[in-house]
């Protein structure tokens, strides 16, 4: 079956700056890739899908890529607040068992 | 438009007793997964539900179950509760199955399970 890994599993950055998450699959490239937001104690909370076909996908201050040569998509949080603090998860469908599966997430933490 | 509604919020058992968690979909919402999370496992698929029946299982001992209703409430079921059963159990519901081209979760807020 096939794998979603989220290799960094805290990330600590300045109010301001641009946070860059990344998540690696394995296995032939997913028609999708979706990136979450959880809060403690909350169910995650959906933010963008981006297709294999696209190279690029925003919703303001987010920013989504895909490269399906690196398998690779890389989360982008532009002008970053505190308010961005969370635990970010991507997931992709395994289609050979018809479910949708998550990596382990990225802890983002943002000072001012 | 309510949203995906778990009850109880939380939970406590003891080992070898058995327990019932509910999920009310989002109106329209024809699809309701399950998923376990712990910290050290992450989110884990356990099941999916559409127009009643199962599509999809992970890979968990026959000890958990589900079921959908006509309304598309579900219900998940662990019995032989286990001291490992101890998580975060989400429930997510997306408007067709998960094999389509389109589909993205909406979760509740979960219901926190302890075993002691």
């Known amino acids: 079956s096939q794998k979603i890994e989220q290799n960094s599993e805290a990330l600590n950055i300045q109010e301001g700056k641009t946070a860059t998450l990344t998540c690696n699959y394995t296995n032939y490239s997913p028609a999708y890739l979706q990136w979450y937001r959880q809060d403690p104690g909350r169910g995650p909370v959906f933010l963008l899908l981006i297709r294999e076909n696209e190279k690029e996908k925003r919703k303001e201050r987010l920013k989504v890529t895909f490269d399906t040569t690196l398998k690779q998509s890389l989360f982008h949080i532009t002008a970053s607040q505190p308010a961005d603090s969370a635990t970010y998860l991507c997931a992709r469908r395994d289609s050979s068992a018809s479910k949708i599966i998550f990596g382990s997430g990225t802890r983002l933490s943002i000072r001012p | 438009k309510a949203g995906v509604t778990q009850t109880p919020r939380y939970l406590i058992k003891t080992r070898g007793q058995q327990v019932t968690l509910s999920c009310s979909p989002i109106s329209g919402h024809r699809s309701v997964s399950w998923y376990q999370q712990t910290p050290g496992q992450g989110l884990q698929f356990l099941f999916e539900y559409f127009s009643e029946t199962q599509r999809n299982k992970g890979n968990f001992p026959g000890r958990f179950s589900g079921r959908q209703f006509s309304n598309s409430r579900s219900e998940m079921n662990v019995s032989t509760l286990e001291l490992g059963d101890s998580a975060l159990y989400l429930c997510?519901?997306?408007?067709?199955?998960?094999?389509?081209?389109?589909?993205?979760?909406?979760f509740g807020s979960g219901t926190q399970l302890s075993v002691l």
């Open positions: 997510a519901s997306s408007v067709g199955q998960l094999t389509g081209a389109n589909e993205k979760l909406f």
